[in-house]
């Protein structure tokens, strides 16, 4: 029996991703927790349907809503401020922070994942049943990566997710500002990265990039490399053509797979217009007295 306790970083950006992350995970999750910001942190409102919604749907699972302010940040020491380039790596720390503390006596290992990264859940299950990673206070898996599509994967595979021994956890470690990484690199040896399944492959499915360009402005514009670089120049440049054979925003090359799940967006609604109801009106009207 396996004790651990998976922790998804979530906000409504990745509402498409809720759902097939929390139905892998629940393989071989023994509490699930998902702790959300009430706002985005560029610091505009989160969308409180969604939320509302997600609650609902998700009832089995333990949300956690925490306050979001700029000018009383989570963390005894902490002097972040808004202007601070490392502010939303500082609130995503601090979501598994918050997690953390609602952590079940029982767990053993905590998971840290974000939602649009989906693992495979009965084969990760099958690997956590024969590798020893009890010998472990922490571990890191790779993971495939795609673009604009479910169907375009990078050829390159990359470190995803971060699987942690509870006792040895404490609120200042997770409370880094490299987040996942920086927690690895602090916890004691022993330690393992880049781990695989029992058949070589990762198990990870990362769909950060898997996105409308409407999803992705709103993405790059409230994630923490907000700063790096001019997104919405490059988004635009990127959807002005068909999905090439490289993804023109991080440069990896990518091939055409079969889908692991298929994402769907929200179809947007069809806004009316008083003008299209008046003519709709009117060839109501005209048809009505045809008939008569």
Same mark, same amino acid.
């Given at each position: 029996?396996?004790?651990?306790?998976?922790?998804?970083?979530?906000?409504?950006?990745?509402?498409?991703?809720?759902?097939?992350?929390?139905?892998?995970?629940?393989?071989?999750?023994?509490?699930?927790?998902?702790?959300?910001?009430?706002?985005?942190?560029?610091?505009?409102?989160?969308?409180?349907?969604?939320?509302?919604?997600?609650?609902?749907?998700?009832?089995?699972?333990?949300?956690?809503?925490?306050?979001?302010?700029?000018?009383?940040?989570?963390?005894?020491?902490?002097?972040?401020?808004?202007?601070?380039?490392?502010?939303?790596r500082h609130w995503h720390s601090t979501a598994r922070m918050i997690g953390y503390f609602h952590l079940r006596k029982e767990i053993e290992y905590v998971l840290f994942i974000d939602v649009d990264e989906i693992y495979e859940g009965r084969p990760f299950k099958a690997w956590l049943d024969q590798f020893d990673y009890r010998d472990y206070s922490a571990l890191r898996f790779t993971s495939y990566e795609y673009f604009r599509e479910p169907c375009y994967r990078a050829k390159e595979i990359f470190t995803s997710?971060?699987?942690?021994?509870?006792? %040895?956890?404490? /609120? &200042?470690?997770?409370?880094? #500002?490299?987040?996942?990484?920086?927690?690895?690199?602090? *916890?004691? $040896?022993?330690?393992?990265?880049?781990?695989?399944?029992?058949?070589?492959?990762?198990?990870?499915?990362?769909?950060?990039?898997?996105?409308?360009?409407?999803?992705?402005?709103?993405?790059?514009?409230?994630?923490?490399?907000?700063?790096?670089?001019?997104?919405?120049?490059?988004?635009?440049?990127?959807?002005?053509?068909?999905?090439?054979?490289?993804?023109?925003?991080?440069?990896?090359?990518?091939?055409?797979?079969?889908?692991?799940?298929? %994402?769907?967006? /929200? &179809?947007?609604?069809?806004? #009316?217009?008083?003008?299209?109801?008046?003519?709709?009106? *009117?060839? $109501?009207?005209?048809?009505?007295?045809?008939?008569?």
């Amino acid at each position: 029996m396996h004790s651990i306790a998976t922790i998804i970083n979530y906000c409504t950006n990745d509402h498409k991703f809720l759902r097939p992350c929390i139905d892998e995970v629940k393989h071989f999750s023994s509490q699930i927790l998902i702790p959300v910001s009430d706002h985005f942190f560029d610091g505009t409102p989160e969308n409180r349907g969604l939320l509302n919604h997600a609650y609902r749907e998700h009832s089995d699972c333990e949300f956690i809503e925490f306050a979001y302010d700029p000018n009383r940040p989570y963390g005894f020491s902490t002097s972040k401020r808004p202007d601070d380039l490392d502010w939303a790596r500082h609130w995503h720390s601090t979501a598994r922070m918050i997690g953390y503390f609602h952590l079940r006596k029982e767990i053993e290992y905590v998971l840290f994942i974000d939602v649009d990264e989906i693992y495979e859940g009965r084969p990760f299950k099958a690997w956590l049943d024969q590798f020893d990673y009890r010998d472990y206070s922490a571990l890191r898996f790779t993971s495939y990566e795609y673009f604009r599509e479910p169907c375009y994967r990078a050829k390159e595979i990359f470190t995803s997710g971060l699987m942690a021994r509870k006792s %040895l956890l404490t /609120p &200042k470690q997770i409370l880094n #500002v490299d987040e996942r990484m920086g927690l690895y690199r602090d *916890l004691p $040896e022993k330690k393992i990265m880049h781990l695989m399944g029992l058949e070589e492959q990762p198990l990870i499915h990362h769909y950060s990039w898997v996105r409308t360009q409407e999803e992705m402005l709103k993405k790059t514009a409230t994630w923490s490399h907000h700063w790096e670089r001019d997104w919405a120049s490059l988004i635009e440049k990127e959807f002005s053509a068909p999905v090439p054979g490289k993804n023109s925003l991080t440069n990896q090359e990518y091939e055409r797979v079969e889908p692991y799940i298929a %994402l769907m967006s /929200p &179809k947007p609604a069809h806004r #009316v217009t008083y003008s299209e109801i008046f003519r709709k009106e *009117l060839a $109501e009207e005209f048809n009505l007295q045809t008939e008569l």
